[in-house]
């Protein structure tokens, strides 16, 4: 039984599926532990380390050529609050929340992705929603899941690190949820997500600068990082160290939430063909999913054919923007039920 090199990549790979979620630091001091284990268990191996970003990133690629058999992916991430490098194995398919199934039954899963929704779908790049918004959303569920078991399960979702809760009291989503469902966020809510013109990852909490229209939007630290030795907005090039610009960029996450802007109403998704036709036919962010028709047969013909903004890749935030003054409008009429905020994914439910 020859101790080969690879059994530095069995032994990480061990290490680190029992860890799920680990930091950049902890995940590289595991690997040099690995290689002194294997050193010693055959002296004559010599194995190549150098502690430094290269090789580290040499090294992942190895790890990820193991796991890509088993459409397992060793991802990375950067919080988003403090921007420490975040390790963690995660499925690539992203249809299935699979890596929760092993913690939570169907009905908290779904669950779950109700309150995702209202948080991917919350108004004003605010990316939260409210503990009694996120209670409601057990009413959608079709379930018997009362409220006490809904605010069970909410607390065992932030216990569990899958969601994150504000001292205001407020739900989103946590860096674990970011990384490990970053496959199904990405590919269920494609139009709402918002990138990091930095670093490309997702930004649910950051800046955003205050150009109309325009769509640059940072990590704090990325920003921080960024405006050492830059003056200018990356994309519309508007001087934001000038006169008090800087105090105008606008805040994406919780400190860009109105108060009571979630009061009395939800954001309501699409369950069935019926609903979605009736959204379509008011819904401002319809013509977008014409560009992939193929999955959805049916509503095209409500679907505002060939509306095309001529938006190109802005489109999506454009859209975001324009469903928000929907939002608002409401939000002075009173309590009534607002007009569905939808989107175009229900076909995948
Ligand atoms: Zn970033
Ligand atoms: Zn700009």
């Given at each position: 039984m020859a101790i080969t090199s690879n059994d530095v990549q069995k032994l990480f790979l061990q290490a680190i599926l029992s860890r799920r979620i680990l930091s950049q630091k902890l995940a590289a001091k595991i690997w040099e532990k690995c290689i002194e284990a294997v050193k010693a268990a055959n002296e004559t191996l010599d194995i190549e380390y150098r502690n430094d970003r290269n090789s580290w990133d040499a090294f992942v690629t190895k790890i990820n050529d193991a796991l890509n058999p088993l459409d397992l992916e060793f991802s990375r991430l950067h919080d988003e609050v403090n921007g420490t490098e975040i390790y963690a194995v995660v499925n690539r398919k992203g249809d299935e929340i699979a890596q929760m199934a092993t913690e939570y039954n169907a009905l908290e899963i779904a669950y779950f992705k109700a309150v995702v929704e209202q948080i991917m779908l919350a108004p004003n790049e605010s990316f939260c929603v409210s503990s009694l918004a996120a209670l409601r959303e057990v009413n959608t569920l079709k379930s018997n899941m009362t409220k006490s078991q809904a605010e069970a399960t909410l607390s065992s979702f932030v216990a569990k690190g899958w969601l994150v809760k504000?001292?205001?009291?407020?739900?989103?989503?946590?860096?674990?949820?970011m990384l490990e469902l970053q496959t199904y966020l990405r590919s269920t809510y494609e139009s709402e997500i918002t990138e990091?013109?930095?670093?490309?990852?997702?930004?649910?909490?950051?800046?955003?600068?205050?150009?109309?229209n325009c769509?640059?939007?940072?990590?704090?630290?990325?920003?921080?990082?960024?405006?050492?030795r830059n003056h200018q907005c990356p994309a519309c090039k508007e001087d934001w160290t000038a006169g008090n610009n800087l105090n105008k960029l606008r805040p994406v996450g919780e400190a860009a939430f109105k108060d009571g802007q979630d009061q009395g109403r939800r954001r309501v998704r699409r369950k069935s063909t019926e609903e979605q036709e009736d959204a379509d036919a008011e819904g401002e962010e319809a013509d977008e999913k014409?560009?992939?028709v193929e999955v959805e047969p049916e509503p095209s013909q409500t679907q505002p054919n060939?509306?095309?903004?001529?938006?190109?890749?802005?489109?999506?935030?454009m859209t975001r923007d324009e469903s928000m003054e929907v939002d608002d409008d409401k939000d002075e009429d009173g309590e009534d039920s607002p007009p569905p905020r939808t989107r175009r994914k229900s076909s995948r439910r």
């Open positions: 504000s001292r205001k009291g407020r739900f989103s989503l946590s860096t674990r949820t990091c013109t930095i670093c490309m990852e997702i930004v649910t909490r950051g800046i955003a600068c205050y150009t109309p769509q640059t939007r940072m990590h704090t630290h990325c920003f921080n990082n960024y405006r050492r014409n560009d992939e060939g509306k095309g903004k001529g938006k190109g890749k802005g489109k999506e935030k």
